[in-house]
């Protein structure tokens, strides 16, 4: 047994290793080939010295054998990047998105269908760059014998979106499957690299999928169906698993209503691009998303089912007893040696489930740790708790090795840290819980979790409020001493942790568990948002889901069955509808009466000196059994020992300077970034005292009037940056104007940000919240408007300023101090301030050196008769920090740029300029330019169709910038500026 023991601890230390190794690779970053080189050889020689030492029956051969798999860790990943091969697809990107190539490839997934489009995956095999104009008809069979390139070795894959408005041009959009040969024409593009700090990171998400290109189909003329390939065994296979998929989907479709069948889809064979949006969001504001991820709650449903199936068919005495005893005469029972082919049978059904759901990294992990656990109990009689400590770093390993790239993704990190959290930490916590939670103190904790989720539904806003939690967690100290002196002298008998329903309890640890070692760090790197209804929601979810997921399965499966099949389906799609639309109505529930607040991203410091601590906690009794063994510590010794290890490890985090993208942010400095929001204005500036100010946040819909969609530059561009820039506060927000590309993120972030002030260039008292489309317009007297009062901009700008003024904020001038009782009972209320000219928004001093923003413009009495009073009445700002200043133009136009050289002269001169109006042809005039004298001036543009004008108008403006030795950088060609100063020196850093 010991030797068995030994030999499971060398395999998972072995894939610890491995998967160390990985992980220092994703550190490390790409490397040259030499290196490459240099770590083979490496590698081969510590294995070399591991064979010897192993046959010399050394013990040494452990200390060898973990640095040789770290080492063909980093190894492996180096070579999945690899991109040397002079026919990958990365070598024949287009210049332009109107150059043309055509490719010839095989579609190697199953087409994902979504709303407006469906993406296809494509490895290419033939090429020609020099693609000739179409024809008039247009008809890509006229190109058939143009001479086409073969692309040999390892070329990497394109990502292909097929738009949905050739569906009705072709039959072919709706036929596209795994295993086509096609043609396509069109431009060969890079995948949108990400432009700002932090966010969403798309080339690499496709880099992990062996994705470097992409292509864009928006024409029936532009794809052509060649022939099937013969993928061999493996693509059969998997062809029959994606027929097997849609059959099922068809099936559910015609046993269910929508949205339920939507969903029950969703959680059973991973057809998630049918579920709505509305539907995904509900999931994650209520902090049950992972019901959509098919990870180990689906497949141990699964794998449970196909046991008890299996073990009943192979212990059948009928067929592998007394049949074969009849047919030889003799009594012969072979139900010991078909016990042996369960693993195969459940193996092989959830291979086929991986396969139809899409293979996705937590689909994968639970059917390969499922699967190790089965055979490791089945062939070698290990009892599943202890293989739990290796099924872990041996699915990781195995998963790595065949995709190393999968370390990056979200779904990989998340299920491995969520089932080593159930793993390592539910039982310590429940050790915890049976010597706290008894008699008085198990009151008192039911009394404050009531409470906290009370405050939480009601006021959340009050846990931003520092007195208000002193006061909490003072209550709560009281009360649980009180609770221990009472528990002395007056003990409640039953009232134990352990008496509670079994369930109740273990699914409490596990679901604590969970937010501890995965939710609470890893959902403000991933997410930027933190659930906080999942404890309560998830009590209700799994059970639900338990009986959804079992019940649709089923379904689906009698569906397949002619006749009666299609009865039976019909009558557990009924059931299932009930059970399913109770889901999401608690969903929604939960979303709607409970908070989402955003969460910003721990920084790394912090992350390794919280990963250290749960360790220590998790591994608590192999640290104190260490203790107590190797150096004789008591017990009770050894407890203190760990209590006091892990405050050191807490105080720790305090000593060392805060990491900003890789370099430590001095004390000194401003940093002022220009944040890529396309055609709009954002710029943070984070101050030397630490304090936060936003200026604008770009649009937040793409629809009309620019109102709703899913691509807010709030929510998708500007609330990633300040989590990864660890901000939790926003001291001030400024609004230039009711311009839609400036105000609209601003929405969003008010809503869900802590935000402290809003300034604003419209009078908050003038513009009220309940004033009308009419009145707004008068209130802004604008001639222009006025006669263009039914075009989209002037009616996108009241919208989102109706919005704006109704997402908490109140007039300054008319808020009187507001003491806990109105905190309490009142909703919170953010101060509305208005900018106009001389307004010092906010003003410190650091290092001898005094920062002061200022408004410049609009005049107290706004700016009347020109060409566009909305434009010319924007806020223009201007930061100064010790001999260096800012000036944020935003949106005026020539009469604005000449009123404010007239007031100011020479006072406009500043070393940054952000271009007014985006760089159009109606701002940026010589005399203005002249006056500002900027070293380097800064333009936040992008084009957006019905927004904005083209590029050359833009090229045209900056002219007058280079005629005049001004340098110049462009948001839509340089991402994110960051320009940090010491109040002397400017160092400017661009994203790409």
């Known amino acids: 047994m010991k030797k068995e023991y030994f030999v499971i601890t060398l395999i998972k230390w072995i894939c610890w290793s491995y998967v160390a190794g990985v992980g220092m690779a994703n550190i490390i970053g790409v490397q040259e080939p030499e290196f490459m080189q240099k770590m083979w050889l490496l590698c081969g020689t510590f294995f070399f010295l591991s064979a010897y030492l192993f046959f010399a029956n050394k013990p040494l051969v452990k200390y060898t054998l973990f640095p040789a798999f770290i080492i063909l860790g980093v190894a492996s990943y180096q070579m999945r990047f690899d991109v040397s091969n002079k026919d990958h697809i990365s070598n024949y990107i287009d210049r332009g998105r109107f150059d043309k190539t055509v490719i010839r490839g095989t579609i190697i997934d199953d087409p994902d269908v979504r709303d407006w489009v ?83 990171d798309y080339v690499k998400y496709l880099e992990n999928k062996n994705v470097y290109g992409s292509m ?22 998997k062809i029959f698993a994606y027929r097997l998929k849609d059959r099922m989907m068809l099936g559910l479709k015609k046993t269910m209503p929508p949205p339920a069948s939507a969903f029950v889809g969703g959680v059973t064979v991973g057809a998630r691009g049918g579920v709505p949006e509305v539907m995904k969001y509900d999931f994650q504001a209520t902090g049950v998303a992972h019901v959509l991820a098919l990870s180990g709650l689906h497949v141990g449903f699964l794998a449970f089912m196909l046991i008890m199936l299996s073990n009943n068919f192979f212990k059948s005495a009928g067929l592998f007893y007394k049949l074969p005893s009849r047919l030889f005469n003799r009594e012969i029972d072979l139900t010991p040696y078909t016990l042996k082919l369960v693993p195969f049978f459940v193996v092989s059904l959830l291979i086929v489930f991986v396969v139809v759901t899409g293979a996705r990294p937590a689909t994968i992990r639970a059917a390969m740790m499922y699967s190790i656990a089965i055979i490791f109990n089945m062939w070698i009689g290990l009892n599943i708790r202890r293989t739990t400590s290796v099924t872990i770093p041996l699915s990781a390993a195995i998963m790595l090795s065949f995709n190393s790239f999968m370390i990056y993704d979200a779904s990989f990190a998340l299920s491995f840290t969520a089932v080593w959290a159930i793993i390592y930490l539910s039982d310590p916590l429940r050790q915890i819980f049976s010597r706290v939670l008894v008699g008085w103190g198990q009151l008192v904790f039911f009394l404050f979790f009531i409470l906290t989720m009370a405050i939480l539904v009601v006021s959340p806003w009050l846990f931003a409020n520092s007195k208000f939690n002193m006061l909490f967690i003072s209550a709560l100290a009281a009360s649980s001493l009180v609770a221990y002196m009472l528990e002395k002298k007056f003990p409640l008998i039953g009232f134990e942790f352990e008496g509670w329903w079994p369930y109740l309890s273990g699914f409490m640890c596990v679901q604590l568990a969970i937010q501890i070692g995965m939710m609470w760090p890893l959902s403000g790197i991933y997410f930027n948002r933190f659930p906080v209804a999942g404890l309560l929601a998830n009590f209700i979810a799994i059970p639900l889901i338990g009986i959804i997921v079992p019940l649709g399965l089923l379904g689906e499966i009698f569906t397949l069955v002619p006749g009666v099949g299609q009865y039976i389906g019909l009558s557990i799609g009924a059931a299932n509808t009930l059970f399913s639309n109770f889901f999401l109505w608690m969903a929604k529930f939960f979303r709607v009466y409970f908070p989402y607040p955003i969460q910003s991203a721990p920084s790394a410091k912090w992350l390794a000196v919280y990963y250290l601590m749960v360790c220590i906690f998790g591994f608590n009794k192999d640290i104190r059994r260490f203790l107590t063994v190797r150096f004789r510590f008591t017990r009770k010794n050894a407890n203190w020992a760990i209590v006091l290890l892990l405050a050191f490890i807490y105080s720790s985090g305090y000593w060392a300077e805060p990491v900003v993208r890789g370099t430590v942010k001095k004390k000194n400095e401003v940093l002022v970034t220009f944040l890529d929001v396309e055609y709009g204005n954002c710029i943070l500036i984070q101050t030397p005292l630490k304090r936060n100010i936003l200026i604008d946040a770009g649009f937040r819909g793409d629809k009309r009037y620019w109102t709703t969609g899913n691509w807010g530059k709030g929510k998708n561009v500007v609330v990633p940056n300040l989590s990864g820039y660890n901000i939790g506060r926003l001291d001030k927000i400024v609004s230039t104007n009711p311009l839609p590309e400036n105000i609209g993120g601003l929405i969003y972030i008010i809503n869900y940000f802590n935000v402290k002030e809003v300034w604003d260039s419209l009078d908050p008292v003038r513009f ?10 008068e209130n802004l007297n604008d001639v222009r408007l006025e006669i263009k009062k039914d075009d989209d901009l002037p009616i996108g700008a009241y919208l989102n300023y109706y919005d704006f003024v109704n997402s908490g904020i109140y007039p300054a001038v008319l808020m009187k101090k507001r003491s806990m009782k109105d905190e309490i009972l009142k909703p919170k209320l953010i101060p509305h301030y208005h900018i106009y000219e001389g307004t010092v928004i906010y003003e410190e001093e650091a290092d001898g050196k005094k920062l002061r923003l200022t408004a410049l413009n609009p005049p107290k009495d ?32 020539t009469e604005a740029e000449w009123d404010l050289v007239s007031k100011y002269g020479d006072k406009l001169r500043s070393d940054i300029m952000v271009v007014p109006d985006h760089g159009s042809g109606m701002a940026s005039s010589d005399r203005f330019i002249d006056a500002v004298k900027p070293a380097v001036a800064l333009v936040q543009f992008g084009f957006l169709e019905g927004r904005g004008f083209f590029d050359s108008e833009l090229e045209r403006t900056l002219d007058r910038y280079k005629e005049k030795g001004i340098s110049i950088y462009r948001t839509d060609k340089t991402g994110a500026v960051e320009i940090r100063s010491d109040g002397s020196k400017i160092n400017i850093k661009t994203v790409l």
């Open 118 to 200: 469906t993406h296809i995956l494509v490895k290419p095999d033939h090429i020609q760059e020099e693609a000739p104009e179409m024809d008039k008809e247009g008809d890509l069979t006229t190109i058939d014998k143009r001479s086409m390139r073969p692309l040999k070795g390892k070329t990497g894959d394109i990502l292909v979106f097929v738009s949905k408005m050739i569906r009705n041009k072709t039959e072919y959009y709706d036929d596209m499957e795994y295993g086509d040969r096609i043609e396509l024409y069109g431009a060969l593009t890079r995948p949108m690299e990400r432009s700002n700090p932090y966010g969403f």
């Open 216 to 237: 864009y189909i928006g024409s029936a003329r532009c794809i052509r169906f060649l022939k099937k390939s013969d993928l061999g065994a493996l693509g059969r296979f």
């Open 768 to 777: 009220k919240k309940d004033m009308n489309y009419g009145e707004f317009l």
């Open 862 to 893: 706004r700016i009347k008769g020109t060409e566009s009073d909305l434009y010319n009445n924007s806020a223009v700002l201007r930061l100064t920090y010790g001999d260096r200043s800012f000036l944020f133009s935003s949106n005026i136009w």
